[in-house]
């Protein structure tokens, strides 16, 4: 959708996407100050936020950041009428290799079927290595119940963005978000290397809710699960003239914090505006913003009880609309610096002076 707004015309765009897209595999959640999406794609609209760790539990006013959430179905049938609309092609195919030469691409796709393109934008999920000694590597796994309870449990104009648990290895938080007082989406998020068996994300949510709410849900309208690799690998160094990785192949979803609708949909007008370019150059992010992911992953994969804390100190200290800004990685240099400062200062800046060399060298 980007190239369209971009003025490409949709005759020249074709999207090879196995799966039909038409049902709720996930919910995407974000937050800005004015919505992605346009008025007439229902999403749910949130003007306060609550975090919690250790005991201790804040809530903030939101302004002028509202936080949003939209269901995979809503999107993928507004995005499917715009690209229909515009004249876009929809292969329900896999592709299975690309072989590129001097003057296009030959996609082979499922079936021994073969079309050429100009330009490949490639975002089949990638293969990361873990762990990695050059690179900070994790998964972001999660399991998510939309539950309705017997009792008015929820604040409907209030998400719990961040409620951190302890566990044994890695990093956990769950995060509420209401559809009505007694309907919502319970979901832990967890950073770990390995992805956990669906029962136990099954017992942690059940767990929660009892102690959080006092109450077991009355009903379980659906689950859901994923998992998402966080890496500060450069994986869009591996795109070529030609074939260019977006989204999770091409590093977009953000090292530090595992969010990735905000994102990716500014890269993906970056990348449209770059294609219109002469000549085409690949895309890449901001060197300064890399060096922020690798220090705040780093650190949490290596410091997995303090990972709580340092969230809850970037808004306990700074307020919502800074901290946004600077995980949003819209906050300046100058910014982001002083966010940083938020945090345990000693490590960070150790780390940011081995990132920084790690890019100078070449070594990253």
């Not at 229902?42 to 949003?68: C, M, V, W």
């Not at 890269?267 to 000549?279: C, D, H």
């Amino acid at each position: 959708m980007a190239m369209l707004d971009q003025g490409w015309s949709g005759k020249m765009i074709s999207i090879i996407e196995p799966s039909p897209k038409n049902s709720d595999d996930r919910t995407w959640s974000y937050w800005a100050k004015d919505p992605l999406l346009p008025t007439s794609v229902k999403q749910q609209i949130f003007s306060k936020i609550e975090l919690a760790t250790d005991g201790k539990r804040q809530s903030h006013q939101l302004n002028p950041y509202r936080y949003y959430s939209v269901h995979s179905s809503t999107f993928y049938k507004y995005a499917k009428e715009v690209l229909a609309k515009a004249g876009v092609t929809w292969l329900n195919k896999e592709a299975n290799d690309l072989s590129e030469n001097s003057n296009d691409v030959e996609v082979t796709l499922s079936g021994e079927e073969r079309i050429r393109a100009d330009y490949v934008l490639d975002s089949r999920p990638p293969k990361i290595e873990m762990p990695t000694p050059r690179y900070n590597a994790t998964l972001q796994h999660f399991g998510g119940w939309f539950v309705e309870m017997p009792i008015n449990a929820f604040d409907s104009e209030e998400v719990v963005f961040m409620d951190f648990i302890d566990i044994k290895d890695g990093v956990a938080f769950f995060y509420v978000v209401p559809t009505s007082s007694t309907e919502a989406l319970v979901e832990i998020a967890v950073f770990s290397e390995g992805v956990w068996d669906r029962n136990a994300y099954d017992d942690q949510i059940h767990s929660y809710i009892l102690e959080k709410y006092q109450k077991a849900p009355s009903k379980v309208f659906r689950k859901e699960y994923g998992v998402i690799p966080m890496t500060d690998e450069p994986l869009w160094k591996k795109s070529t003239k030609r074939v260019w990785n977006i989204g999770t192949r091409g590093g977009w979803v953000q090292p530090s914090s595992g969010y990735a609708f905000t994102r990716i949909a500014r890269f993906a007008k970056e990348v449209a505006q770059q294609l219109t370019t002469s000549p085409q150059i690949p895309w890449s992010p901001s060197p300064v913003q890399q060096v922020f992911n690798s220090v705040m992953l780093g650190y949490v994969i290596d410091n997995p009880k303090k990972a709580g804390a340092i969230f809850y100190n970037l808004f306990a200290e700074n307020g919502p609309e800074r901290t946004f800004d600077f995980l949003d990685e819209s906050a300046t240099f100058r910014q982001t610096v002083q966010l940083m400062w938020s945090c345990p200062q000693l490590p960070f800046a150790k780390r940011a002076i081995k990132e920084i060399i790690a890019r100078v060298s070449g070594a990253k």
